[in-house]
């Protein structure tokens, strides 16, 4: 199947430090998201992108669809502690049903 | 706004058995999507439910199957349970009309443990 390709696995930063992951596909996605999951959690989606370039902003965080439609970034500014946990990209295939693919995630660490 | 509750929130089941998840989706929302999440990897999609028929299914056997319910909520059968089927089960609720499709809110899980 379509696999995401999400790097990097894991980051260990400090308090204060801004951040950045991607997610590189060889298929064409219709719609980019980001989701975070808390351990015990079910992932809380952050951003939805919905054009090839869109470049959309949530408070800290920053991402954007890649202009192939193929790739997707997210930037976290000025870390804090509550930012450590999973991030994972998702793809969506078709509109008509959520048949995501989802990442392997990136596992973020913040040191204060 | 009630959001999406999942039960059991954990379960031990031996290989062969049956096991049934059960989800109620986001007030106002009448789409949902099952994934299985395996330990360090991302969610898996399963399949999904819209107007009480399946609208959609990942790579997944048969004996995965599952319910949708006038009010939404949402049932996962799992037959002939295998050592791997031993994950997270997420349930995600949808508006299932426009462009936002893909904008899942999902439950906390049910954790099944099959020995």
């Known amino acids: 199947g379509q696999q995401l390709n999400q790097s990097p696995q894991s980051m260990f930063i400090q308090e204060g430090e801004d951040v950045s992951m991607n997610c590189t596909s060889s298929?064409?996605?219709?719609?980019w998201l980001w989701y975070k999951q808390d351990p015990g959690e079910g992932p809380v989606l952050l951003i939805a992108l919905y054009k090839a370039g869109e470049l959309t902003s949530n408070g800290r965080l920053t991402a954007q669809f890649g202009t192939t439609r193929k790739d997707s970034f997210l930037n976290i500014s000025a870390s804090i502690p509550s930012d450590v946990g999973i991030y994972f990209c998702a793809g969506q295939l078709n509109p008509v049903n959520n048949d995501m693919r989802f990442g392997a995630g990136t596992r973020l660490t913040v040191k204060p | 706004e009630t959001g999406v509750t999942q039960s059991p929130t954990h379960l031990i089941k031996t290989r062969g058995q049956q096991v049934t998840l059960r989800c109620s989706s986001q007030s106002g929302h009448n789409t949902v999507s099952w994934y299985q999440q395996a330990l360090g990897q991302g969610p898996q999609f399963i399949f999904q439910y819209y107007r009480e028929e399946e609208n959609g299914r990942g790579n997944f056997p048969p004996r995965f199957s599952g319910l949708q319910f006038p009010n939404y909520s949402s049932e996962l059968n799992v037959n002939a349970l295998e050592l791997d089927d031993s994950a997270l089960y997420l349930c995600?609720?949808?508006f299932g009309q426009g462009k936002n499709t893909g904008e899942l809110f999902f439950g906390e899980g049910s954790r099944l443990t099959v020995l």
């Open positions: 995600a609720s949808s």
């Open positions: 298929s064409i996605f219709n719609t």
